[in-house]
C-alpha cells in the first residue's frame, strides 16, 4: 500500500466510528462558526470528555481545525484530496491523461458508463483500454478477465467492446485472446 493510500484508510478510518462522523458532520454543517468542545458534546449528546477526545481524533487526522478561543472547525478539504489521491492510485490513470474526452466515463479509476457504440470515444475506449492491457502474446479469457477487472466490474461487455473494434483478436473456441493491433504508446490527438 502505497503511503497515499495508508493516508486515504486512516482518514476514512478515523470516520468510521460514529460519534467521531457525527461529530465531524455537526463541524461540517456549522461551516465557518465551527464549534466549542461544549456545544459540539451537546449537540452530538456526549459527555464532554468524550467530545473532546473525538476532537483531538479529527484535528490528529486533519479532519478539523482548533483554535486558540476553543472553537473548532471541519475540514472537508481533506476528503476531497484524499479521493483526488486515490484516484491517482489506479492503474489506468496513467493513461485517462491521454483521453480527455473518455474521463466522463471513468469514476475513480473504473469504467462507469461505456460510450455510445457508433461514438468516436467506443473505439477510443478500446484504444486506451488496449493500452492498459499491454498485450503480448497469447492469453486466456482468465487472465484477460483478471487484468479488466481492475478497471471494469462488466468484464464481459468490456472484452467484447475490444474485440469488436479490434484491439482484441481471439481464436474460433474463444478462449485464447491477443493483441488484434498493436496499441499506440500515445493516445492520438483528435
Known amino acids: 500500500m502505497s503511503a497515499e493510500a495508508a493516508r486515504a484508510a486512516e482518514i476514512l478510518n478515523q470516520l468510521a466510528t460514529p460519534v467521531r462522523l457525527r461529530a465531524f458532520a455537526e463541524l461540517v454543517r456549522r461551516g465557518a ?12 449528546d456526549v459527555p464532554v470528555q468524550a467530545a473532546g477526545e473525538t476532537l483531538a481524533r479529527l ?6 481545525t482548533g483554535t486558540g478561543n476553543g472553537i473548532y472547525r471541519a475540514s472537508p478539504g481533506i476528503l476531497r484530496e484524499t479521493a483526488q489521491a486515490l484516484d491517482r492510485e489506479q492503474p489506468i490513470t496513467v493513461f485517462l491523461g491521454d483521453y480527455p474526452q473518455l474521463r466522463g466515463s471513468f469514476t475513480h479509476g473504473r469504467l462507469t458508463t461505456m460510450p455510445p457504440t457508433l461514438s468516436e470515444r467506443y473505439a ?13 502474446g497469447l492469453h486466456d479469457e ?4 483478471r487484468r479488466l477487472s481492475a478497471v471494469t466490474d462488466d468484464v464481459a461487455a468490456v472484452r467484447r467492446m475490444l ?10 473456441a474463444g478462449t485464447t485472446y491477443g493483441a488484434g493491433r498493436p496499441a499506440p504508446q500515445q493516445a492520438r490527438m483528435i
Open 33 to 44: 462558526e465551527g464549534a466549542s468542545i461544549a456545544e459540539l458534546a451537546y449537540t452530538i
Open 59 to 64: 484535528v490528529g487526522a486533519g479532519l478539523a
Open 124 to 136: 477510443l475506449l478500446g484504444e486506451l483500454l488496449a493500452r492498459f492491457l499491454a498485450l503480448e
Open 142 to 145: 482468465g487472465e484477460i478477465n
Open 163 to 172: 474485440v469488436e473494434t479490434g484491439w482484441l483478436e481471439r481464436d474460433q
